[in-house]
């Protein structure tokens, strides 16, 4: 089992950055893909950036050249570093993982293919 547990989310100006964080902890074969994901209000759940163990890292249109998801491997923590933020950008904000899948690790796999969620931290853009 994995444990997800997200962490710098809060209130910031339009073209501030903030820096997210999701400590895992667990077996690690369950954290082959690791991905954020954001819900804004009035829609569902959309993927942000992935990162698999092996790879590059994708991203959505929306924040490709402004956000970037990295891993700290020692540190068992995923990060989301967000830049030149929009108040479109805000909302709440999610760590997933899944383990290995044939299909790969990409920001387009939908929210029913990850298998471990945090509780999530809001990002309010204003």
């Known amino acids: 089992h994995v444990q997800l547990v997200e962490s710098g989310g809060g209130s910031v100006q339009v073209g501030g950055s903030l820096r997210l964080s999701c400590l895992t902890s667990?077996?690690?074969?369950?954290?082959?893909?690791m991905a954020w994901f954001r819900q804004t209000s009035g829609k569902g759940r959309e993927g942000v950036a992935a990162i698999p163990t092996f790879g590059q890292p994708t991203y959505a249109d929306s924040v490709k050249g402004r956000f970037t998801i990295s891993k700290d491997n020692a540190q068992n923590t995923l990060f989301l570093q967000m830049n030149g933020l929009k108040a479109e950008d805000s909302g709440m904000y999610y760590c997933?993982?899944?383990?290995?899948?044939?299909?790969?690790?990409?920001?387009?796999?939908?929210?029913?293919?990850?298998?471990?969620w945090g509780q999530g931290t809001q990002v309010t853009v204003s």
């Open positions: 667990g077996v690690s074969y369950g954290t082959h893909c």
């Open positions: 997933a993982a899944r383990g290995w899948r044939p299909e790969g690790c990409s920001v387009g796999i939908d929210v029913s293919g990850f298998d471990f």
